[in-house]
């Protein structure tokens, strides 16, 4: 049972043009949701993060929303550039169990 | 401030053998995850240790293990590998795990590659 599913394996988006990374998840004890950046040969960085009790956090170019109700996330890059080519990683936590649990990630291709 | 390390970097096995990967978190960081990679799999949750004690483990075999010294230094320990086990192996370090407080992000180290023939 996987419990955070990243339904898009690949996104390929236009230099300056808006990704937009998506994950759903299905336990509602998750309270703390992540998102990470991954490049070859890597560990996954620390991108973004969004607490169960807002709907948005923003930072720079990035920001995540999170709807509850559907138990959807997303993550916005506006504008992309190449160098947000990466693999990008959602993770849901419960912070009672201190255990995250992490999708099998989306890679995002910028193109020039 | 140093970063996570891992090691070794790069480690070839074959099957039946044991193997024993070493990771040293972020000074100070006391809780250390280790997580297991494979194409399409996304990160896989393997243990997380606090304070030398294992607090929370996923759902793998009995012959991955794992320990954590006093200095916070952690190994993970595979035995009778598998052609499965081949996998990138990161270890994660965050400065403390306060369960219902706020989550402290985690920093991961460059991972362990270890194939398995």
């Known amino acids: 049972d996987q419990q955070v599913k990243q339904n898009s394996p690949s996104l390929s988006v236009q230099e300056g043009r808006i990704s937009i990374l998506n994950c759903d998840y299905t336990n509602s004890m998750f309270d703390y949701f992540l998102w990470y950046k991954k490049y070859p040969a890597e560990g996954p960085t620390f991108l973004i993060s969004i607490s169960s009790i807002k709907d948005k956090n923003e930072d720079g170019r990035f920001t995540v929303f999170l709807n509850k109700s559907a138990k959807h996330l997303s993550l916005h890059i506006v504008p992309s550039q190449p160098g947000d080519s990466a693999v990008y990683f959602c993770?849901?936590?419960?912070?009672?169990?201190?255990?995250?649990?992490f999708g099998d990630g989306t890679t995002l291709t910028v193109k020039p | 401030k140093a970063g996570v390390t891992q090691t070794p970097r790069y480690l070839i096995k074959t099957r039946g053998q044991q193997v024993t990967l070493s990771c040293s978190p972020i000074s100070g960081h006391r809780s250390v995850s280790w997580y297991q990679q494979t194409p399409g799999q996304g990160l896989q949750f393997l243990f997380e240790y606090f304070s030398e004690t294992q607090r929370n483990k996923g759902n793998f075999p009995g012959r991955f293990s794992g320990r954590q010294f006093s200095n916070s230094r952690s190994e993970m320990n595979v035995s009778t590998l598998e052609l499965g086990d081949s996998a990138l192996y990161l270890c994660a370090s965050s400065l403390v795990w306060d369960r219902g407080a706020s989550y402290n992000e985690q920093f991961f180290g460059p991972g362990t590659r270890l194939t398995v023939l």
């Open positions: 993770a849901a936590t419960n912070t009672n169990a201190g255990k995250s649990t």
